[in-house]
């Protein structure tokens, strides 16, 4: 059985570790804005641009509030809800073949774990180490 301190701690490291492939990719995207709006066209995206706009303000604003604690209860559901759509959007296995499937399989079921986790987080709230604490009522 954790402390409240071990929760709390264990609350902190689980937003450090959900947020960082939101922080990472989000500044990839931004870095490489050209890229990003190229893919999103591949993928057959309307509005390229928007959507990788979209994408980098989801994906940065999200991770950096899941980062610091902030509404950790919708913003983690609404990531969760992103990462379901981006899995089935962005990686599509169930169209491809040979090693390409196989890549594109271990990605689409990483979203959904990832999604998982999210939802758990939305559920435990950001622990004391954060920014704006949900109040005990």
């Known amino acids: 059985m954790q402390n409240s301190a071990q929760?709390?701690?264990?609350?902190?490291?689980?937003?450090?570790?959900?947020?960082?492939?939101f922080l990472i990719m989000g500044w990839i995207k931004l870095t490489g804005f050209?890229?990003?709006v190229g893919y999103m066209h591949s993928l057959h995206t309307p509005?390229?641009?928007?959507?990788?706009?979209?994408?980098?303000?989801?994906?940065?604003?999200?991770?950096?509030a899941i980062l610091l604690g902030i509404f950790v209860t919708p913003i983690a559901l609404l990531l969760a809800v992103y990462t379901?759509?981006?899995a089935l959007i962005g990686h599509q296995f169930w169209t491809m073949s040979g090693m390409m499937r196989y890549d594109m399989l271990i990605h689409?079921?990483?979203?959904?774990?990832?999604?998982?986790?999210?939802?758990?987080?939305?559920?435990?709230?950001?622990?004391r180490y954060a920014l704006l604490k949900k109040k005990a009522s």
């Open 108 to 127: 689409f079921y990483k979203n959904f774990s990832l999604a998982g986790g999210l939802i758990a987080l939305s559920l435990a709230g950001s622990g």
């Open 47 to 64: 509005l390229p641009t928007l959507a990788a706009v979209i994408a980098i303000i989801v994906e940065l604003g999200g991770g950096l």
């Open 34 to 36: 050209d890229v990003t």
């Open 7 to 21: 929760r709390d701690g264990l609350l902190l490291i689980s937003r450090i570790l959900l947020s960082s492939l």
């Open 84 to 86: 379901i759509i981006t």
